[in-house]
């Protein structure tokens, strides 16, 4: 199946899945989550994997085991490619639209004293700087959770703490509404999207080990 675009009807049945976040729902809507949603997302996916490699579509179900949200269903479908532990490129499709991005979104104990050594390296800390930079000049953000004070060990007051902060990190953008996601152009949106924010990924995958 060629990607041809997300439909007007994934965005609907996201937008309904809010609403009605429901397993009845769910069953009478579900023949429409595998045509817009899934089907659109495995395509678009395959077209990009040449480059950066086959994605994990996210299952469509929350674990509400240890949670105390019980609502059954995801209200958006996202996709993954991993580089490494917890670290890659992501797409997804929501009722806000697309919005692609690239990071780690999460850090066991040992990566994330290890990202921190990194950031506090004369030269691999200025590197992640200058990368950081020129993705936010494009137009990218840099988000994550991140500590609200200083991360044990290291002073509040040092130059580098806003990064040091995070305990994961990403650079994403979001395209939204625009008409491109109806389209096979996607392709090649998301492809300029993983290629600006590669740099963060494979600093990280490079300094981010245990």
Not at 16 to 32: C, G, P, Q, R, V
Request: aromatic share 12%.
């Amino acid at each position: 199946m060629a990607f041809e675009g997300f439909p007007v009807a994934a965005l609907d049945f996201y937008d309904d899945l809010e609403i009605d976040n429901t397993k009845s729902f769910w069953e009478a809507h579900k023949h429409i989550y595998k045509e817009s949603v899934h089907a659109p997302m495995k395509a678009l996916t395959d077209e990009l994997a040449e480059e950066f490699g086959s994605a994990k579509i996210f299952r469509p179900y929350r674990d509400v085991r240890f949670s105390k949200d019980k609502l059954p269903y995801k209200t958006h479908q996202g996709a993954f490619v991993a580089v490494a532990p917890q670290t890659g490129y992501y797409v997804e499709v929501s009722p806000r639209g697309i919005r692609t991005g690239g990071g780690c979104y999460w850090f066991e104990p040992p990566r994330l004293a290890a990202f921190r050594d990194a950031i506090v390296h004369d030269h691999y800390g200025a590197d992640l700087e200058k990368r950081l930079a020129v993705a936010e000049k494009k137009g990218y953000e840099v988000t994550g959770d991140r500590l609200k004070t200083a991360p044990r060990g290291f002073d509040k007051n040092h130059p580098k703490i806003e990064l040091l902060r995070h305990k994961s990190i990403h650079l994403g953008r979001t395209i939204g509404f625009e008409p491109v996601i109806h389209t096979s152009d996607l392709v090649g949106e998301v492809k300029k999207d993983w290629r600006a924010v590669r740099p963060l990924v494979e600093w990280i995958a490079e300094h981010a080990i245990a």
